[in-house]
C-alpha cells in the first residue's frame, strides 16, 4: 500500500501532470462561474481533449476541471445570488446576504476553506 502511495505521488509531482491540473482548474473555475455551465458540461466538453494526453495527464485535467467547477459556482452564488452550478444552490441562501452586508470576503474564504 505505501509503494502504491509513493508512485502515485511521484506521478502528480511530473510537470506534465501539474500542468494538465492547472488548466483543468482554470477552466473549471471559469464553468463554475457562469450560470449554466456545469462541471457536468465542462466534463462533457473536455474529455475529447483527454484522447491526446496520457492517463495521468487527462485523469488530472478532468479532476481539476470538476472541483474548480463546484467552488466556483459557489462564487457566483456569493456575489450575484445565481448559482454557477447545481451543486452550489444552497450557498445562495447564506452567502448572498453575507455580501450584502460587506462580508462576501469571509463568505467566499468559508466557501474555500471547505471546497477543498
Not at 80 to 102: C, E, H, I
Request: hydrophobic letters at 55%.
Amino acid at each position: 500500500m505505501c509503494s502504491s502511495f509513493l508512485a502515485a505521488l511521484a506521478s502528480i509531482t511530473n510537470l506534465s501532470v501539474l500542468l494538465h491540473l492547472i488548466a483543468g482548474t482554470l477552466l473549471g473555475m471559469t464553468f463554475g462561474m457562469l450560470p449554466g455551465l456545469t462541471a457536468t458540461l465542462g466534463i462533457a466538453i473536455l474529455a475529447p481533449l483527454t484522447m491526446f494526453g496520457g492517463f495521468a495527464e487527462s485523469m488530472a485535467m478532468l479532476m481539476g476541471m470538476y472541483n474548480a467547477a463546484i467552488y466556483g459556482g459557489s462564487i457566483a452564488a456569493i456575489m450575484v445570488n445565481t448559482p454557477g452550478t447545481p451543486a452550489s444552490f444552497a450557498t445562495t441562501l447564506d452567502g448572498f446576504p453575507m455580501a450584502q452586508k460587506g462580508e462576501g470576503g469571509k463568505a467566499i474564504g468559508t466557501a474555500t476553506l471547505f471546497s477543498a
